[in-house]
């Protein structure tokens, strides 16, 4: 083989969280596993988009953040060795007559694999963005920003947050005890996030912590040599507000794409691949989705839920590759890590 091939068990499409719990799966049954990604480092959105933003809902860890966890994870898949490829895009992804797969990307890199498991978190993703005039003068060290990847560059800060979900939400409480002011824009009192995390940030809103701006919505940006300075915003009568701000952090959910993803020929359910919830099958034998990606009755997109369905995918992958070995099931405590 060249450079640019590679033989594989599993060839995993996604180094986020669940991708990289899928190499810890994998190499508990023996396993091999390539993964591929089209940023340049594991983590998908827990290190792209929220590195230092705290997870509340991983078993054993009261808070994490995003960034620790995925360095928890990629420790944990260390003792397998794992291959990433990584700044690349899967871009061709057929099924051989042998019942194998082989696997192209945008670098030329060619994978061949008994199976696949697609974690592809929401596939490529970016920012749904306020429709206001000028708004990219302004982006990235202008003031406005789609993600929060520290902390620190917010301290004594004046910060205006739009949205209504969990991000605007979590991102508030994160970041009231460190800016010079925090203030919240949505359109209506009831906010779509976590009914903990909402209750938290009425609490800091009625102790003078947090501004409430609501009922508005955005609406214009000021400033100058694309400085942000202040950011307009007015009610749906057209009442207008002028809300002095250092930065502007929009949270009004991720567009999601398939991207290549949607010409693999499998059974799509609104940009999400649907699967079989015992197996993570999907409409291609030989082919798992687990993840944010996955859909099936019920689905709850956790990270907790992409854990289970990496162990059920990987399982079921090996027994797709070795239909005809019997094969008994230990729990890690009776074999530990092999290889470590």
């Known amino acids: ?19 990289l719990f899928a190499v810890f799966e994998a190499g508990m049954l023996g396993l091999k596993s390539h993964v591929i990604d089209a940023l340049d480092m594991v983590g998908g959105q827990c290190s792209a988009l929220y590195p230092e933003k705290p997870i509340f809902d991983i078993p054993a860890h009261p808070q994490i953040a995003g960034q620790d966890l995925i360095h928890e994870l990629a420790k944990q898949a260390d003792p397998f060795e794992p291959t990433y490829h990584l700044g690349q895009q899967v871009t061709k992804l057929e099924k051989r007559d042998d019942g194998r797969f082989t696997l192209v990307t945008t670098k ?9 498991v697609i ?13 206001m005039d000028g708004l990219e003068e302004y982006e990235g060290s202008g003031g406005v920003q789609y993600y929060v990847k520290r902390r620190a560059d917010f301290a004594g800060k004046n910060v205006v947050i739009a949205g209504g979900g969990d991000s605007a939400v979590d991102w508030a409480l994160s970041l009231h005890d460190i ?15 976590a009914p903990d995390s909402s209750a938290k940030l009425q609490a800091l809103a009625e102790a003078g912590k947090i501004e409430m701006v609501i009922p508005y919505q955005l609406k214009g940006l000021k400033g100058e040599n694309g400085i942000l300075s202040h950011v307009v915003v007015a009610t749906l009568k057209g009442e207008e507000r002028e809300l002095e701000a250092d930065h502007l952090l929009p949270f009004f959910g991720l567009a999601m794409e398939l991207g290549p993803i949607a010409d693999w020929g499998l059974n799509l359910e609104k940009n999400h691949i649907g699967v079989k919830q015992a197996t993570m099958e999907t409409s291609v034998p030989g082919i798992f989705a687990i993840g944010d990606i996955a859909t099936y009755e019920h689905k709850l997109k956790l ?10 995918a990987i399982h079921a992958a090996r027994s797709y590759m070795f239909p005809d070995k019997e094969f008994h099931f230990e729990y890690s405590t009776t074999t530990g890590v092999p290889n470590e």
């Not at 083989?1 to 991708?19: E, K, L, N, R, Y």
């Not at 974690?119 to 429709?131: I, Q, R």
């Not at 907790?304 to 059920?312: D, I, N």
């Open 179 to 193: 800016a010079a002011k925090v203030m919240v824009v949505h359109r209506r009192p009831k906010f779509r996030a």
């Open 1 to 19: 083989m060249s450079d640019a091939s590679h033989s594989t068990d599993i060839a995993i499409i996604g180094a986020g969280p669940v991708g």
């Open 119 to 131: 974690a592809a978190g929401c596939g490529a993703f970016g920012p749904n963005k306020p429709p």
């Open 303 to 312: 990270i907790l839920s992409g854990f289970a369905e990496g162990a059920s």
């Open 108 to 116: 030329g890199t060619v994978i061949d694999a008994g199976a696949v």
